[in-house]
Nanobody
Framework: QLQLVQSGGGLVQPGDSLTLSCAAS????????IVWFRQAPGKEREGVSC????????NYVDSVKGRFTISRDNAKSTVYLQMNNLKPEDTADYYC???????????????WGQGTQVTVSS
């Protein structure tokens, strides 16, 4: 069974950068997509970026385009989310999830990381 373990996150100032990692084990990622979701306090969980493990194609929501970069290292079975120029509105718990197709609604994803907190504050 596919398991996802996240690392990274923390407290940063506006304009800073952070990289989140999502390491997979237990099953091959080859035919999955990985979506990074986030959930701010009092808000619903939303997808922000997606990558196809098979071909590396990526997608981003408008609010993070040009600031976030999703990438994969197939040899390490790890997906990264590089977050640059962070803003206070990026503050949220971030989750990676594995599924069969990209989507911004957290339905149909069978495996989830444990979540990691990102706080952007001066």
């Amino acid at each position: 069974q596919l398991q996802l373990v996240q690392s990274g996150g923390g407290l940063v100032q506006p304009g800073d950068s952070l990289t989140l990692s999502c390491a997979a084990s237990g099953s091959s990622l080859d035919y999955y997509v990985i979506v990074w979701f986030r959930q701010a306090p009092g808000k619903e969980r939303e997808g922000v970026s997606c990558i196809s493990i098979r071909d590396g194609s990526t997608n981003y929501v408008d609010s993070v385009k040009g600031r976030f970069t999703i990438s994969r290292d197939n040899a390490k079975s790890t997906v990264y989310l590089q977050m640059n120029n962070l803003k206070p509105e990026d503050t949220a718990d971030y989750y990676c999830a594995a599924g069969s197709m990209c989507g911004w609604i957290p339905l149909g994803f069978g495996s989830w990381g444990q979540g990691t907190q990102v706080t952007v504050s001066s």
